[in-house]
């Protein structure tokens, strides 16, 4: 029988939780058929498709297409829902381009709200009618006077390179390399403590709890970014949510995987809400494979020591 002849016998499959079962247990297809087909029509149109367009698996052959791209294979591809937002954007925030030796003065002019940013910015005027934007800190308001470099004052809002800051001072939007202009701790209420320094190298503990160490010519903002206590006030309404992920450019609302079918999601389908196969993933995955925690260093709870104690005679 042709091909032809067989796809209009053998219509579509049958696609359920109990097929996909039937296919794992016996490696059995079920097709929804044409109503007047016979019994030998239809053998003989399943049996049709010659062994050369055949694959491994009948879930991958050519002309039984099941299923449909889950939401990570199409965020690969990179559409226009899934780029970042530019609408709304200011400018770029980061420090000004000035010689770490060398000292300005700076003066607020206006304090922003850029959409998709979590933290207000504050607008600096310096030299001749020059402007910059970066991240206010808490206490900063309109005329105020920022001042930059190693000889400024150890006070809330000045930018200095941490080689003159002091041990155990609170800092904000940290430079990760000499001159990038600040990249860490840039949320609103994010602050890192200046844990101490050596070597012509400075050691940060940042808000998870990490430490880190860059380099102590890398500039730093004295205190910590306004906004916090952001997270404290509820949406209280998914409208609220949708516009507050939308401008971040992220997708809402996000379904779990376990909770749907199983064509749609490696972790979908079964009797009870769970993935069915574990959850860490190889980095070279394919897609549509690559979901859950992609090549993870550890998984699980992390567990503390248990303290020996020390048991004493008397």
């Given amino acids: 029988m042709r091909l032809e002849d067989a796809q209009k016998i053998v219509e579509r499959p049958y696609v359920t939780e109990r097929t996909f079962d039937q296919i794992e247990r016996e490696n059995k297809l079920c097709f929804i058929v044409a109503d007047r087909a016979s019994k030998p029509q239809v053998a003989a149109a399943v049996d049709s498709p010659p062994r050369t367009q055949q694959r491994s698996s009948p879930l991958n052959s050519g002309w039984c297409n099941l299923g449909k791209r889950i939401q990570q294979r199409r965020a690969g591809k990179g559409g226009i829902q899934f ?21 300005e003065t700076g003066v607020v002019r206006a304090i922003l709200d850029e959409r998709g940013r979590s933290a207000p910015l504050a607008q600096l005027e310096y030299g001749r009618s020059q402007f910059t934007y970066v991240p206010a800190a808490t206490g900063l308001s309109v005329g ?6 190693a000889s400024a004052e150890v006070s809330s809002g000045n930018i200095l390179p941490l080689s003159s800051i002091p041990e155990g001072t609170r800092v904000c939007n940290i430079e990760l390399r000499p001159g990038d202009g600040g990249k860490l701790v840039r949320s609103s209420g994010g602050s890192a403590v200046l844990f101490s320094k050596a070597g012509g190298s400075a050691i940060l503990r940042l808000p998870s709890g990490k430490n880190i160490m860059i380099d102590q010519r890398c500039r730093a903002m004295i205190g910590e970014i306004a906004g916090g ?17 939308r401008a971040a450019g992220r997708a809402y609302p996000r379904m779990r995987g376990i909770a749907m079918a199983v064509v749609y999601h490696p972790f979908g389908g079964g009797r009870h809400q769970h993935p069915g196969k574990s959850t860490s993933t190889s980095r070279n995955a394919p897609p549509g494979r690559k979901v859950g925690l992609i090549a993870p260093r550890k998984t699980g709870r992390g567990r503390l020591p248990r303290a020996s104690a020390e048991v004493r005679g008397r």
């Fill in 83 to 103: 780029r970042s937002r530019t609408r709304g954007k200011i400018a770029p925030v980061r420090y000004p381009k000035i010689g770490t030796e060398a000292h």
């Fill in 144 to 149: 105020r006077e920022i001042q930059f470099g």
């Fill in 229 to 245: 206590g952001r997270l404290e006030k509820p949406f209280l309404r998914a409208g609220a949510r949708h516009h507050a992920k």
